[in-house]
């Protein structure tokens, strides 16, 4: 895939789009015109809107898979702290690239199959991560209950802030970690 910073300033512009408008109701003339080039121009550089929505995800994911493996590089190796530090990554994603984020959610559905197939390897290992941090916080009792549950319930939580995080609010991606964590942990007092 062409990563040139055109073509990266280009997928960015359509995540805004997308986001502003829906996948459906955005045209290949509304693309161009954000991105200031002509409709043929855009056809330089992705082969039709199927593509650039299957950028868009591509580089969200990828950017949230990068994230949560650098949080849990440089994080201590102790359950507690690699919960913390997934669910504040996964925040940072959605500050640092929230359109790419918002389309990866809920524009998933809209990709054809070809792309689905080509990026379902990206989400499954971002959702390999969660599931072996969880795991482990389950192995010493720091979570409780159905281990495919409080991974979904988790990451739902999380990416449902999309809707509501304000970043220009009192609330940290740190402070709304601490919270996530706090509500999810079992701990003997």
């Given at each position: 895939?062409?990563?040139?910073?055109?073509?990266k300033e280009?997928?960015?512009?359509?995540?805004?789009?997308?986001?502003?408008?829906?996948?459906?109701?955005?045209?290949?003339?509304?693309?161009?015109?954000?991105?200031?080039?002509?409709?043929?121009?855009?056809?330089?550089?992705?082969?039709?809107?199927?593509?650039?929505?299957?950028?868009?995800?591509?580089?969200?994911?990828?950017?949230?898979?990068?994230?949560?493996?650098?949080?849990?590089?440089?994080?201590?190796?102790?359950?507690?702290?690699?919960?913390?530090?997934?669910?504040?990554?996964?925040?940072?994603?959605?500050?640092?690239?929230?359109?790419?984020?918002?389309?990866?959610?809920?524009?998933?559905?809209r990709l054809?199959?070809?792309?689905?197939?080509?990026?379902?390897?990206?989400?499954?290992?971002?959702?390999?991560?969660?599931?072996?941090?969880?795991?482990?916080?389950?192995?010493?009792?720091?979570?409780?209950?159905?281990?495919?549950?409080?991974?979904?319930?988790?990451?739902?939580?999380l990416n449902?802030?999309?809707?509501?995080?304000?970043?220009?609010?009192?609330?940290?991606?740190?402070?709304?970690?601490?919270?996530?964590?706090?509500?999810?942990?079992?701990?003997?007092?």
């Amino acid at each position: 895939m062409n990563d040139s910073p055109r073509r990266k300033e280009l997928t960015r512009l359509a995540a805004q789009l997308f986001v502003q408008e829906g996948f459906d109701r955005t045209t290949v003339r509304m693309l161009a015109q954000e991105m200031g080039i002509k409709s043929g121009s855009l056809f330089h550089h992705f082969r039709d809107k199927q593509e650039i929505l299957a950028a868009v995800i591509e580089e969200g994911t990828q950017n949230a898979l990068t994230l949560a493996r650098q949080a849990l590089r440089q994080c201590e190796d102790d359950p507690l702290s690699r919960l913390h530090a997934i669910a504040r990554a996964h925040l940072e994603t959605l500050l640092t690239d929230r359109n790419a984020h918002v389309v990866a959610l809920y524009e998933w559905r809209r990709l054809d199959s070809a792309a689905r197939d080509h990026l379902i390897h990206l989400r499954d290992a971002y959702e390999a991560l969660w599931k072996e941090v969880i795991e482990e916080a389950h192995g010493v009792g720091l979570v409780k209950g159905d281990l495919a549950l409080v991974s979904r319930f988790v990451l739902g939580s999380l990416n449902w802030t999309v809707r509501w995080y304000d970043p220009e609010g009192p609330l940290t991606p740190q402070h709304l970690a601490d919270e996530l964590v706090a509500m999810i942990t079992h701990r003997e007092s």
